[in-house]
């Protein structure tokens, strides 16, 4: 094999060395239902869930267990979660108190908690 054939067989090995190292990389970025957080994390990082009005509540798949609902409110605050139940876009609802009025909050797939106004 000539100085040529040795040049361009390692070119083309270390090339197909990269693809398959960039092959190997799993995909960062997610869409629709397909991710679900965990309790106590939110797959928005950017969304601002505290407040009426500064989120919105979407509609989708929810696999939040109740347990896990619960724990999303009360980690945003809010006690004496009562009636909390799934409605028909999959998003659950519940009366709970803060500071010291009652309210309705709701939690979607995401995990954003948004109080609704009534």
Wanted: no cysteine; aromatic share 4%; charged share 20%.
């Amino acid at each position: 094999m000539g100085l040529k054939q040795t040049a361009f067989a390692a070119a083309l090995l270390l090339g197909s060395a990269g693809l398959a190292m960039a092959q190997g990389t799993a995909p960062s970025t997610t869409t629709g239902n397909q991710t679900v957080p965990s309790a106590g994390t939110s797959a928005n990082p950017n969304a601002n869930a505290t407040g009426a009005g500064n989120a919105a509540l979407e509609p989708g798949a929810n696999s939040f267990t109740e347990g896990q609902a619960r724990r999303r409110i009360e980690d945003r605050g809010y006690t004496n979660v009562d009636q909390l139940h799934k409605d028909q876009n999959s998003i659950w609802q519940a009366e709970t108190t803060k500071d010291g009025r009652r309210v309705r909050v709701g939690v979607d797939f995401r995990g954003n908690v948004v109080e609704e106004n009534r």
